[in-house]
């Protein structure tokens, strides 16, 4: 239905335009600055001469960094950490969810555990009760102190406690008339129905693990075991040189190669940005599916 | 047909969680109970320490030590040798780099989870350590088993090296011995402006502040822009501007001893005259505008690419100063001694530089092997027949000497490497340097320009150490951890400080009344009891 913009509508479009146009350069400044870092030689990184364009390029950060076996083996953890916890946090997210979901004549405990789940949100041990737990439990310096503790993704099982919601009853009701056992109709009709959902909380879940640190600093006795992100952390943070020891100081200084922080950071960014793409398609029909029932 | 295939998924997972944690407890089992055999089964010489040490194991000479030779942290020539001369097997629990290290080792400590022998980084760390009753005391173990040569090591500088770690009269902690030249705070100028500019080197801080008007004025780039400034600072200037505030006998970062009492060196009225310099300088434009935002890092960048003529640190700025060049062809940096106010030398205020120290946990049986540790290891690298192509750079490899599970330097070693050198040269006997003096002199030879510039003969920090040490020094009148007021309200007070003496610098606040009025509320937030406190806890001789 081709119709005439108003003045008004074509101001707002050219006006809409030019603010998401400066809100994406704003987002993306910061990565070109950082290519453009891991690109330079040092000694004009670290003059302060470089912005948005490399200068005098080499490649010599990325050579250094791929051949830097520290940098491949917290790497190698990540992808083992983050195809691991994904796998994990999606199906908890689908079995717990999909009982939630349900109405309460049919599950007459259901707001307790709802309020359950959701009390965790709110409140939780604090850091070192949760150290003590895992330290307990063995799985210091194991993949599991990374996954485990993180498995029930309480955030996710509300999204998609909704999402479920919304399947209509009367497939449901279908289902059941046909024999189906709640098994069945949890695989082979909600999650087929509810695959832009999964797709969303698996991407969720992904950005997660493949950005979380903290745990990874705490959890790992030694920095061998470092996930990407908390390898990364070490070799970026902002370092003091009042607190630490000379020795380290000194080493610093010398090593501060900041188009090699760069050139990690880029590579540690890659795969991430890889996966996006990928699951771009579900969020758009996602979109739609939702705004065709409405 | 589905629904069976869907429980065989779910219940792999199954399997894989519970097997994924079980072998883990098991594996941690395992562990704990061979070390309980080892200590009280076979010989009784051979034993295993769980060990805590802030190394980093990411860090690029690890990593060539592992391509170059096949040795780990865990596994590499130190570790061997502590096994065979003495039975002694190292199991690393802890090991990350500084920031982490200290935050595992407070959760560790809240956890009760320590290691046998391990690495203190902060004094308060310690001190909670000493008052828990967590560590084993270690003073008579040390009189009664360190070797000379270690004994004259240690206490090389100052007996009073063991202060940080003596609790009820009794030494807890057994220091890792840095050299505490470390602490000397450089005058950096470049002096190849100075020469086109036709300037004499500075004498006195008058002349320091001609010289940053004349490189501000003057154009010493030779670009026609005024786009040069005199000297750097940064938002940590208490610490990396520490040689400017010492020409005028202040000292920002000690405590130093005044009217029988040990007070705090920032909010003595010596800090005034320095603090209107900075202000005068700032308002003439001759420092970064931005200096409030700007950390050390940043700042340099500046004198990097060539717009700074002058900065304030450490010698191993050498690193940083090293990339000027690429920048700037015609850039030749020297160190000169500290400029001070009445052109007098400088005293010079140091702490005991150390990173640290090694305790032992409560209840480890023979704590007297950490210093059967350090006596062979001090006995490889400073002892009769010292093999420092084995043990402190080797194979290409930078910094041997610090992947050991115990870790100590001679404090001397970089002073003396440089008085050797500057002998060998003087006399022509380059080829009969040893020990750290031929490992700096091959590096010179090498080309290697940072080397040369921190311990080569001619204008270099280590020249004016050389001058200087020890007859301008002058240690810290307390060595101690923080008391425990300043562990309260001691970050309270710091941003008072820092945020006063910033505005300062910014003409903001008047450097006389402003001064003033930060010390009264200085004092009246904690300062003056923890000055009391201090007091209280300073050994008395």
Redesign the interface.
Known sequence: MPTRQTRGQKLFGVFNYAFLGLVAIICIIPFVHIIALSLS????V????VHLWPV?FTLEPYNYVLE???FWR?FGITIQRATIGT??NV?LVILIAFPLSKKVESFKMRSVYVWIFFFTMLFNGG??PN??LI?E????D???ALV?PGAVTVFNIILMLNFFREVPEELDDAANIDGA?H??TL??IYVPVSMPAIATITLFCLVGHWNSWFDG??YM????N?PLQ??LQ??V???????????????L????DRSVKGAQMIVAAIPILLVYPFLQKYFVSGIRLGSVKG | MAKQLWMACLASLVMVLVVGCSSNNGGGNTDSTANNDSNTADSQEAITYTFGRNMNPNDENVSKLEKNTGEKLADNRWTRLFKEQLGISVDYKMLSDSTSYDQKLKLAMASGDLPDIFQVGQASDMQQLMEAGAVEEIGTLYDEYASDLLKSIIESETKRVFEPVTYDGKVYGFPIKMPSTNGYSHLWIREDWLTKLGLERPKTIEDVYNIATAFVKNDPDGNGKADTLGLEIDNDFRYNMQGLFWAYDAFPLNWIEKDGKVQRGIVQPEMKEPLALLQKMFKEGLLDKEFGSKDNGKAMESVVAGKTGMFYGPHWMAFTAEKTLANDKNAKWITVPLPTKTGEPAKIPLKISADGWMVVKKGTKHPENLIKMMNLYVEQLFGANPDYNKWFTADDVQGIWWMSPVYSLDPMIDLKAHQDIKKAVADGTESSLTGSGKGFYDAIQQGNWSINMMFGPGDTPFNFVDASYPGQVMWDAYLGAPSPTEVARGSSMDELLVTTLTSIIQGKTKAESGFDDMVAKWNSLGGEQVTEEINAMVPKN
């Open positions: 030689d040092n000694s004009a670290a003059g302060g001469l005098r830097r076996q520290a917290a796998l994990i199906l850091l070192i150290y003590i330290k439990l063995g799985l210091m194991t993949i599991w485990l056992t098994w069945r695989w082979q600093l705490i006795r030694s920095a061998e470092y908390s390898y070490t070799i943070v902002e370092f003091n040189f009042q607190t630490m020891t000379a020795t380290e100081a000194e080493r200084a010398k090593l501060n």
